[in-house]
């Protein structure tokens, strides 16, 4: 990737965009050519430029698609490099010993290209460095307890093998470098060194050379976990390097990796110890937090101004867990000032999202605290919902202090689904049922990867991951790690029909969970409990969202811009085309909401892909999923015949587009004639379509929703009366029944269309009733009341 960046920049050519990166892996040559000619466009070249700037195109054009066939052939090298160290792994040879010289400067020039890259991706529209590295489904993680795995020598290394029982204890003799995956130098008690690559290391990818190096700094000893000597140790997470590898530890996960104080007598290091301000490291807990565990009396180096200094550079990491374990020692060690005990406190518990104890420290945000905690109780009220939604408006990355609302809901399996949520009481539709903030939330626009696209690319699976996701998985393993309360409710999601369940999803599953408020049990956590990346990728991929970008962030259908957040407990609801909750997003909070009246022992369901799909779309949409969906619309469906939905979908992939561009325009202005015509042709759509519904099916009819409310913007130029029978005809085809200005019963699908509906019946009917259902049938959906529809 960076050398076709830099070729097109030679070339006076932009790089690829977020959307380009994506099709950059498709093997498809017409797909090549297609992003040649895309690409091979010069920023500055208008479309009003003559025969010489279109001759310099197609010469670029040509230039641009050696290029990418270049690229390709380096993409399939590491493909063929990474299937040839599988079908090693049988027959592994003896490691060769590298001279630490030629480590060294292989580290330090790997250094000197991020620091390239970073200046090359300088552009006028900011910093943009797109990342490309590989993923395989043959990764590891080790699962036993450091403390019994025996010690690993330098003579005993072969490659590729993985050292089950077994534990490799390095220094950090090198500066680290930060592509995806980190990579330094570690050096062995015997003197024999080795290049060491660290996957998930930090989602904050714009860190600095200096920044990193602080947090992994230079004479830091690790133990890595039943270590895998890989061919090439920067295979996954690292830059594609066209097959040319390098031998060397591969860790999978961080939780492989123990930073331990060094209490073995090693020999000086080769290199310089750099002088760092910076108190703790990474993964390491705060030193009163280790002494407690050792049972040591207060470290003579430790005083309350370091304390603090290591609370924020906990905070600052995202390591809220780490900081309440070093403040709970502190204290045992008694040396917080009483004055400053209640803000500190109450900072580190706002971050645990532990709102109802903030709240009851007097400090000074304690008001703010107390209405994040009154949540928990009350739900969201429709001032809430408006400030929320107004935030979104101007915020890219929205992320809101609010406690997490459980309703009458309890986890219970549900017979041949799993696990799922069902009603403990009778609940009126419109009812706030759930309120869950995100465990982790991962923004394209977030300053720890502005501009910085990345694009992992499964070849097992044939998986494309991009950049949300990808650190919204870095996020995740830290965040259990961090806080060990999170691994049953994430952990005890399934990662996908194909994966086996871990150990957390074999256990009853939790409602609510919080941090661990007694001080020794905390400081005692089990901090070191193995995670998987492979199943909390697999987490992310089933059962994580990926909401569309919130109004404050810049539209774009750029496929590297999305969000992913994994919100535990909603994860938990089963889909159903037919849903009988409304979920919506703010920022990084989800609401569920009762869409009509439930009786107690209710299964609450929503949609994992939209209703308003034709039935095949949605079979193919839902396959992931490894089941069949059978919910009432389904069911409908199915009832209608193969061939009718078929050709229901056919008539809408074919039909339905022109008259929809024809419509469009004619919006703006047009003859009777036209629309009389128009209105005819989408009339004779919509009895194509019916005729394709068995006559038992009732009124819900989803393809017709769209079909008979754009006929009835054509009809009302000239026929207001039937423009009325067709706007109500397309409220019951979403499921809805219409009466005198008002619904006897909300829609069951096209809930944005059916308001609109209402809005068009307001006016054609010149009744103000008809703006209060459809107020009334959002504030159902997402809530806020009159006030957030104005």
């Known amino acids: ?181 980190c990579t330094f130098v570690g050096m062995l008690h015997c003197g024999a060194a080795l290049p060491i690559t660290v996957c998930y290391f930090t989602a904050r990818l714009t860190m600095t050379e200096d920044e990193l190096a602080a947090r992994l700094p230079i004479g830091t000893t690790l133990l890595i976990k039943e270590p895998f000597v890989s061919t090439n140790h920067a295979g996954i997470g690292g830059p594609i390097t066209g097959g040319k590898n390098a031998v060397g530890i591969r860790v999978d996960t961080p939780s492989d990796v123990v930073v331990i104080d060094n209490e073995i007598d090693w020999p000086e290091l080769p290199v310089p110890v750099e002088k760092s301000d910076r108190i703790t490291v990474w993964r390491q807990e705060g030193p009163l937090c280790r002494a407690v565990r050792k049972g040591l009396q207060l470290p003579s180096y430790v005083s309350w101004g370091s304390t603090q200094q290591a609370l924020l550079e906990f905070l600052e990491d995202e390591r809220p867990g780490a900081a309440w374990r070093e403040l709970k020692a502190a204290e045992l060690y008694d040396i917080v000032p009483s004055s400053e005990s209640a803000e500190w406190n109450s900072r580190v518990l706002v971050r645990l999202c532990a709102f109802k104890d903030a709240a009851g420290l007097a400090c ?16 969201l009220s429709t001032e809430d919902v408006v400030r929320i939604f107004n935030t979104t408006l101007t915020d890219a990355t929205p992320r809101f202090d609010v406690a997490d609302y459980i309703g009458p809901v309890t986890v219970a399996d549900i017979p041949n689904a799993g696990r799922g949520l069902v009603l403990t009481r009778d609940v009126a539709e419109g009812e706030l049922l759930l309120v869950c903030r995100a465990m982790v939330s991962s923004y394209s626009s977030d300053d720890g990867c502005k501009g910085m696209p990345l694009l992992r690319v499964n070849p097992d699976s044939g998986v494309t991951s991009t950049t949300t996701q990808v650190l919204a998985a870095t996020k995740c393993i830290h965040a259990i790690l961090d806080r060990p309360e999170l691994a049953l409710p994430f952990l005890g999601l399934t990662a996908g029909p194909n994966e086996p369940l871990s150990v957390e999803a074999q256990q009853e599953y939790p409602l609510s969970w919080s941090y661990e408020c007694d001080a020794k049990k905390s400081i005692f956590a089990d901090t070191d409990r193995p995670v998987s990346a492979r199943y909390v990728n697999g987490v992310l991929r089933f059962n994580a969202f990926g909401p569309a970008a919130v109004p404050g962030a810049q539209r774009s259908d750029d496929e590297m811009s999305r969000s992913t957040m994994p919100h535990p407990l909603p994860a938990i609801l089963n889909h159903a085309c037919l849903p009988n909750v409304s979920s919506v997003f703010f920022g990084d909070i989800v609401t569920t909401r009762a869409l009509h009246p439930m009786t107690k022992g209710t299964q609450i369901m929503h949609q994992y892909v939209p209703g308003v799909l034709p039935y095949n779309t949605r079979q193919r949409m839902l396959s992931k999923h490894g089941f069949v969906c059978e919910c009432g619309l389904c069911t409908m469906d199915v009832m209608d015949g193969a061939e009718n939905c078929r050709k229901r979908e056919e008539l809408l992939a074919t039909v339905l587009p022109p008259l929809v561009d024809r419509s469009r325009a004619l919006l703006s202005g047009g003859a009777e004639d036209m629309q009389r015509e128009l209105a005819s042709n989408l009339g004779e759509l919509a009895n194509e379509l019916n005729a394709t519904y068995g006559e038992s099916r009732g009124n819900l009819r989803p393809d017709l929703v769209d079909v008979l409310y754009r006929e009835a913007l054509h009809v009302q130029t000239y026929d207001v009366p039937g423009a009325i029978a067709l706007v109500k005809a397309s409220l019951c085809a979403a499921g809805a029944t219409p009466g005198d200005g008002t619904l006897d019963r909300l829609p069951d699908v096209h809930f944005d269309a059916s308001i609109r509906a209402m809005l068009m019946l307001a006016q054609l009917e010149d009744n103000l009733k008809w703006v209060d259902a459809a107020c009334y049938t959002h504030d159902c959906m997402i809530g806020g009341g009159l006030e957030s529809n104005q």
């Open 1 to 181: 990737m960076e050398e076709l960046v830099r070729s097109l920049r030679n070339l006076g050519l932009a790089p690829p965009t977020g959307e380009q990166i994506v099709s950059l892996v498709d093997a498809d040559p017409r797909v090549e050519q297609r992003l040649a000619r895309e690409l091979s466009v010069p920023p500055q070249l208008d479309s009003h430029l003559g025969g010489d700037a279109v001759l310099d195109t197609v010469l670029m054009s040509g230039a641009t698609e050696a290029m990418l066939q270049s690229y390709n052939r380096k993409l399939q090298s590491e493909i063929a490099s990474q299937k040839k160290q599988q079908d090693a792994l049988a027959s592994p040879k003896r490691i060769k010993r590298v001279p630490l010289k030629g480590l060294l400067a292989a580290q330090d020039a790997e250094l000197r290209r991020r620091r390239q890259e970073l200046q090359e991706g300088t552009t006028p529209q900011g910093l943009y460095v797109p990342r490309q590295f590989f993923d395989t489904d043959s990764t590891y993680c080790s699962d036993k307890d450091y403390k019994t795995l025996r010690p690993l020598e330098m003579d005993e290394l072969e490659v590729p093998k993985r050292y089950v029982d077994r534990s490799l204890v390095v220094k950090v003799i090198s500066r680290p470098s930060l592509y995806f995956g």
């Open 364 to 379: 000074k945000h304690q008001k703010e605290h107390q209405a994040a905690a009154n949540v928990a109780v009350d739900g």
